[in-house]
Nanobody
Framework: QVQLVESGGGFVQVGGSLRLSCAAS????????MGWYRQAPGKQRELVAT???????NYSDSVKGRFTISRDNAKNTVYLQMNSLKAEDTAVYYC???????????????WGQGTQVTVSS
């Protein structure tokens, strides 16, 4: 099993910043992709940003220019620096990882439990 543990969520005012982190723990795996999704009440879960093992980064249009994703492969950790936060960024943010297990030819998807980000004026 792979566990993804998020931290860094909280309350912030419009225009403020937060930095989320997600650490993957376990054994017998390597990470192909890590990233962040979010889900606001009444909405579908949506992609925020991802980074692959090849360092390919993808952002949703709604966060481009404001959010920055980064990774530390040695620590199996991904970060999301969120700047210029808007009220519409309020959501539960979920860490996501695509991993390869030792001795398995398949990829597996893992999700963290989520961390609440609330942006208010």
């Amino acid at each position: 099993q792979v566990q993804l543990v998020e931290s860094g969520g909280g309350f912030v005012q419009v225009g403020g910043s937060l930095r989320l982190s997600c650490a993957a723990s376990g054994s017998g795996f390597s990470i192909n992709l890590m990233g962040w999704y979010r889900q606001a009440p009444g909405k579908q879960r949506e992609l925020v940003a991802t980074v692959t093992s090849g360092a390919k980064i993808n952002y949703s249009d709604s966060v481009k220019g404001r959010f920055t994703i980064s990774r530390d492969n040695a620590k199996n950790t991904v970060y999301l620096q969120m700047n210029s936060l808007k009220a519409e960024d309020t959501a539960v943010y979920y860490c996501y990882a695509v991993v390869v297990r030792r001795d398995s030819p398949y990829d597996y998807n893992y999700w963290g439990q989520g961390t609440q980000v609330t942006v208010s004026s």
